[in-house]
């Protein structure tokens, strides 16, 4: 027997989009605010907010089974390596002497 997928209400929808637009619109306003160098950091938190939102509640994470779960964890940890080989190399780059320069 398959096992019927939850259905989330209605007002779990509601909230979540309007919880995605206040935190755009706060993103929007805190552009225009000058946080001595946190705002990059700052807008990526929201960022990172509004993904998890999406994710648990628009595409219905919270409601999947383990292993839909343990593959969101995976491209998460996976995001992870990706990012810190990017950085690695983009924060290595001057380390080592070209000749001509």
Known sequence: MLQSERIAPNLTC??????????TL???GLAMVDLRGWNTL???????IQAFISVVFLMHLRWSRPV???VGVIAL?????????TMDDVLTRGWLPIPGK
């Open 68 to 70: 839909v779960r343990l």
């Open 14 to 23: 509601v909230i979540a989009c309007a919880a995605l637009v206040i935190l």
């Open 42 to 48: 700052v807008g990526l938190v929201i960022a990172a």
């Open 77 to 85: 940890l996976w995001l992870g390596i990706l990012i810190a080989g």
């Open 26 to 28: 706060i993103n929007i």
